[in-house]
């Protein structure tokens, strides 16, 4: 992959992408809200956690992560916007790009994971998140030295946990995600998503996270503008990819065995995040602040000792139908 320098060397450029992170935090976390519905019928509301960390520290750079906890429609839902640089970049952000090893660098992003109460809705992911990283990213708004800037690329994508398939949620979010991209290029859907199932696997179980979507790192063939915009286009389809879902599955009847299904299922994306996520292991290996990488993180989470779902179960088709890799449109 060839990456383009872009034109990421102004403070204007820097604002210009953290207004877009802050205002994208504050429109799903609102959407949230609504569907949470009034706090007098137990509808939750997002605590806000501003954060800062000072010149001095290995890592500085400021932060909002809002939680949302014992709602009504989702027991558990985090989105963190976060503005971090550093003097050295961690090496999970530079397997792909050795050149850049110890090198300053500058990231911000929003990262989301929403855990619902019904088993029936999914859980879900999303993130988008821009790093700049060499000569003047680190601490100086990425402003280069003498016309020159740092490498920039972008990352993120989403993807859907369900705990019980449904065919039709499947297509929704995966036709979500293709449309988002479209625009950019038709070959960027198929890329992507097959970048999504490669990456959201569980190795040591030979098991696919969930039903998949998209995901992109190191992307900056395009050029800055393009890359920007493409990333913004998937930030904006997040909410018309996922609350149509919830709307149609958070009033199904459960009981006991949906509930410890969805406990038993959910240990499972919690080994994907501590063992194999890069982005957990970027938060940690960068000296960020512990709270805010760990709140995709479920309430809730259980274990079983070989569990095999009864042979024609709605849990045994989980595995059977949606933890394979397939092409959903």
């Not at 985090?78 to 790009?97: K, N």
């Not at 821009?130 to 994508?157: E, L, R, V």
């Not at 050029?223 to 997040?238: R, Y």
């Not at 009864?310 to 890799?325: D, H, I, K, N, V």
Request: glycine share 12%; net charge neutral; charged share 20%.
């Amino acid at each position: 992959m060839t990456t383009q320098k872009p034109t990421f060397n102004t403070a204007d450029t820097v604002a210009r992408v953290r207004g877009y992170l802050e205002g994208l935090q504050v429109r799903i976390t609102s959407a949230l809200e609504d569907i949470e519905g009034p706090q007098s019928q137990g509808g939750a509301r997002f605590r806000s956690d501003a954060w800062r960390r000072e010149s001095g520290s290995a890592l500085q750079g400021d932060g909002i992560t809002r939680i949302l906890e014992c709602g009504r429609v989702f027991e558990r839902a985090g989105c963190g916007f976060s503005h971090v640089s550093g003097p050295r970049l961690p090496p999970s952000a530079t397997q792909h790009r050795p050149e850049l090893a110890g090198a300053p660098f500058e990231a911000m992003g929003v990262s989301l994971v929403f855990h619902p109460r019904n088993p029936y809705v999914p859980t879900v992911h999303m993130n988008v998140r821009m790093i700049a990283a060499g000569t003047g990213a680190a601490g100086s708004g990425a402003a280069g030295q003498a016309g020159q800037g740092p490498i920039c690329w972008f990352g993120g994508g989403m993807d859907l946990t369900p705990y019980y398939g449904f065919d039709e949620d499947a297509v929704h979010f995966h036709r979500a995600c293709r449309d988002a991209l479209a625009p950019f290029g038709e070959g960027l859907y198929p890329r992507f998503k097959t970048w999504c199932d490669e990456y959201f696997y569980l190795k040591h179980r030979n098991e696919q996270r969930g039903v998949g979507g998209i995901f992109f790192d190191d992307f900056a063939e395009p050029g800055f503008e393009q890359s920007l915009a493409m990333t913004q286009s998937v930030g904006d389809a997040f909410l018309g990819a996922y609350l149509p879902i919830v709307q149609r599955r958070m009033h199904m009847d459960h009981g006991e065995r949906e509930r410890e299904f969805q406990l038993y299922r959910r240990g499972r994306y919690v080994e994907f995040n501590l063992v194999w996520d890069r982005g957990t292991h970027f938060g940690l290996q960068s000296g960020g602040r512990t709270e805010s990488i760990l709140l995709s993180m479920p309430p809730l989470a259980a274990w079983s000792y070989q569990r095999e779902p009864q042979p024609g179960s709605p849990e045994a088709l989980l595995t059977e139908r949606f933890l394979q890799r397939r092409d959903w449109i």
